[in-house]
């Protein structure tokens, strides 16, 4: 992939940013950089961080490959992001408001009332009732790639519980432990803020009712899922508490934390479970993570549930194609950041488009997520191919494609040495209050050469990424 | 007419349980057909939870029993004025579009032999007020009324297949036509003066609204081969019986759960 776009490299020049870099990789010998890397695993291991891969078996404590390399942003690129960032959250939230209210956007047939009322991300049950400040989404997690200089595309939404910011966090605390003198000789933007930016953004959509400073709860399902040590990991940064369904309950209107001094009342819950597993009376019955009653308790202001339950309907698949018509629609602006273009299979003329080239495109499932349900046509075999036509063909509707964007690529330590592999970014920005973005996010590594998956479920890794001040 | 209702509903735990949590969508609905002149829900040792009105209309309400808990009783007493609307929900205040009740359900499934018949009914006709008729007209034929054949997780497709069943089948099977032909339908619970005609049904009743573009949400009760009028209370809706239910509620523990119902329907003379 001789046309992908380098970050460092500019031919042979190196880039602005990556400038001090080229000196500390040269002056780094191959035995330094082996302990290094011993260093860091053995750092991860010790923090506890772990992502474990749903349907994979092997081992449920394994470590993400972590890529010393850091993947650098100038001052001015990021802020050029950040405004294209803070625009789309912005927009997808005015979306959430609307569709579960007088959905004037369908009104106005910017998008058909079937993508939005028919879609299984649709919450029925939270039509009428407006959450405090009228976010839905309070941590939208947006992921980017990039194809040149100056073109950046995103790629997919994340409005109900992105994760990852925990790896955004430790890659961080990482480089610095290992690496003090980089962080002497490069001035960046520090990622530390987050956790209070968090807390101070939760707190700020407590309800009505709440009356003094809010009790904040992170509601997990549990040890066994991947995400276990982000919850935990966030419930101490913020000093907030960790809490799984059968912790809470619900009485009086409020809901309410069980513990050893007797009942405590929970004012804003941060889920990291689906809207199916909140509550058994008004979404699945046989659901054993969730509070039975919650819902009413929220619909009826007791407390504030983050994400709002039903904000993905904002971040399906189908509905993406129309993130740039929100932003012109809500915020009378013209988009900032640009979205893939995107066929879909529903619609006869894409259908029959994407069956034609499906060799060359990227497809995708609906509401697939984590890399799964998708086929990178130029990097599959013609039975692969094959076989995907074939689930395509026997659900048009759940599929879209896009075209194989040539990713840009940033140096990565590989066996070899150093070597381009293409990356991806997920910032994650905050809404509360106020509209909060750390400078930084997750970049996420394809390991593999020349593959553009960079899912650490199949064979990704992550960078510190960093901004640089001015 | 004015309509006295007295519902007693009770669960009844062989082994005490650690509490309970119920939600209740209990109340009947403020639209041009009906007004509530009084209306007491009670939980006997219960807790009273937050109240709302969500996007559909309807009125709910959060209880909560701390353990141990080897009862629970919801006690409804109340009196509503109704006027005949013709089927009509005329004045009712909803947000929902119409488009969120064509997702299909469990119980709504639409099988080949729901599609069949829901084809077959409209035949060639084109006006949809008509075609919501004849639809229900079908599946009054289609499901012989006969209580005590079919449970509460009994789907509209195996109704059908059986040819026998309650009024929760009969709107089940009228709602899984109707969308299969496009339009928005929906499970509505609710209570019925039982008639001098003796048609048979129950008091505590259910029936379906079928959305007609041009006129809005109209009911029909296969049931009875009408649609409501008077004689019915509304109570709240539903993509199906599960979502609809008046009573919904879990207890926790071991015990095995026992569920007595009365209902009693009066009018009141004047």
Redesign the interface.
Known sequence: MVDNFNEMYDGGKVREPYKRLEDWTNAMPTELRAMKQAEAEALFRRIGITFAVYGEGGDPDRLIPFDMFPRVFTQNEWRKLERGIKQRARALNAFLLDV????EI?RAGKIP??L???NEA?E??????TPPRGIYSHIVGIDIVRTGPDEFFVLEDNCRTPSGVSYMLENREIMMRMFPQLFRENRIEPVDGYSDALRRTLASVAPAKCDREPNIGILTPGHYNSAYYEHSFLADLMGVELVEGQDL?????FCWMRTTEGPKKLDVIYRRIDDAFLD???FR?DSMLGI??L???Y????VSICSAPGAGVADDKAVYTFVPEMVRFYLGEEPLLNNVPTWQCAKPDDYKYVLENMADLVVKEVHGSGGYGMLVGPKSTTEQIEAFRQKVEAHPENYIAQPTLALSATPTFVQEGIAPRHVDLRPYCLVGEKIELVPGGLTRVALKEGSLVVNSSQGGGVKDTWVLAE | MILTVNHVTTYDYDAPMR?A???LRLFPSRFDGQRTIRWDVEVQGG??????????GDK???W?L?GPVSEVTISVVGQVETTDTAGVLRGHR????P??Y??ETTATWQSAEIRDLARDAVGETEDALDRAHRLSTAVAEAIAYRPGVTHAHTTAAEALAQGEGVCQDHAHALIACARALGMPARYVSGYLLASEEGAPHEAAHAWAEIWIESIGWIGFDPANRCCPDARFIRLGSG?DA?EAAPI???AQGEGTERLEVTVALEQVQQ
């Open positions: 579960y209210g007088r959905a369908v009332g079937r939005v009322f028919q649709f029925r049950a939270v039509t009428g009732f309950f619900v009485e009086g209107g058994p009376l008004c019955p039975p009653g819902m009413d308790v619909r009826s202001g007791g | 509490g949590v119920q939600s807790t009273r939870g937050g109240s709302f009105r969500d996007g559909a709910v309400e959060g909560s701390r909803e947000t929902v579009s488009l969120a064509m997702r993509l599960r919904k509620g879990v």
